[in-house]
């Protein structure tokens, strides 16, 4: 009995060696099997399959140990490609959306003719209802000097309010101290537009007491020394009924002052008062309902009691011939 253990011992021993350096052939050469150690991968290659299924996690395992840090640092490589791959998307994103703002500005410059530096706001002042500004990056170097008007894509953004070198401070149009001489559409009305009443309302006073302002009337800047012509401001949203020799109406200003990313400062007027070709367009009217012809209702029936040929009804059925109606039905 012990005879047959120690031979089946040695047995196996010898195919476990034979397996290993077939499995390090195959490590070493790749290549397919000829001659004689394809006869032996025939001869045993079931024994070598097997102890390889074995082996195999038992060799990975003994890789990974030796080298701890390879799979650690393939998924660190793989992390800084995929945020590297991030970065690319949102800056290819961000730089579409800047495209897009800066192609509404120049739209916005050549309707208006004029000569504009587009900066983008890098801070924003203490909003607290007393000092509503922010800050851009272009300054006296580029060409900028105080009250100049600056806008974005929707119009009157405020004024310069002081410039350095590099950078500039803009006094927001809703800014307290905020007032700018306005005209209404269509008309060389004058007024001016103030701050004060928070960022999404304005107050324009009317000089001219003998004209009614009405929701819905749209301001642009008239012009002046200090100021370009024909930007625009902004809408009426309510009228305040004042006495006096002036009229005074709640505005709502076209730019959003919470949303300012770029915009571009005048620093060259129009050669002519470009009147009110900057305003946008105002949405086409809805189409009226049909009316119907004089004398008949919406509902299509006759008044007063007269039948569609202009006969009277006399309450007989159609084809009666003097029979009533009612007497008709039976």
Not at 1 to 9: A, L, P, Y
Not at 18 to 32: C, K, Q, V
Not at 90 to 97: V, W
Not at 171 to 192: N, V
Request: proline share 6%; net charge neutral.
């Amino acid at each position: 009995m012990g005879r047959d253990t120690r031979r089946s011992r040695l047995v196996i021993a010898a195919l476990l060696v034979l397996a290993f350096t077939l499995i390090t052939l195959d490590y070493r050469t790749g290549d397919s099997a000829t001659g004689v150690r394809g006869a032996l991968h025939s001869a045993v290659g079931g024994v070598e399959n097997a102890v390889t299924t074995v082996t195999r996690p038992v060799g990975r395992t003994a890789s990974s140990l030796t080298h701890p840090n390879r799979y650690h640092d393939r998924a660190d490589r793989l992390d800084e490609e995929n945020a590297a791959l991030r970065r690319q998307i949102a800056d290819g994103a961000e730089i579409d959306r800047l495209a897009g703002q800066l192609s509404d500005l120049r739209l916005l410059a050549d309707k208006g003719q004029y000569t504009i530096v587009p900066a983008r706001v890098i801070a924003v002042g203490d909003v607290t209802g007393m000092d509503w500004t922010v800050t851009i990056n272009a300054g006296r170097r580029d060409g900028l000097a105080v009250d100049k008007v600056v806008v974005n894509a929707s119009g009157l953004v405020g004024t310069v309010a002081s410039v350095t070198d590099s950078t500039a401070v803009i006094k927001l149009l809703c800014d307290p101290t905020s007032r700018i001489g306005a005209r209404l559409e269509t008309t060389q009305l004058l007024g001016a537009v103030a701050g004060g009443q928070g960022p999404s309302s304005l107050t324009f006073t009317l000089y001219d007491a003998s004209y009614q302002v009405k929701k819905g009337d749209r301001l642009v800047t008239f012009g002046s020394l200090d100021y370009v012509a024909g930007v625009p401001i902004g809408e009426v949203t309510r009228v305040v009924d004042v006495g006096g020799l002036s009229r005074t109406a709640e505005v709502r200003p076209f730019v959003s002052v919470g949303t300012l990313d770029l915009v571009g400062v005048v620093i060259g007027g129009p050669p002519a008062d470009p009147g009110d070709r900057v305003l946008p367009p105002r949405p086409a009217p809805a189409p009226a309902a049909a009316q119907p012809p004089a004398g008949q209702p919406e509902n299509g029936q006759p008044e007063n009691g007269q039948a569609q040929n202009g006969q009277p009804q006399t309450g007989q059925a159609q084809g009666g011939a003097g029979v009533p109606a009612a007497e008709g039905a039976g």
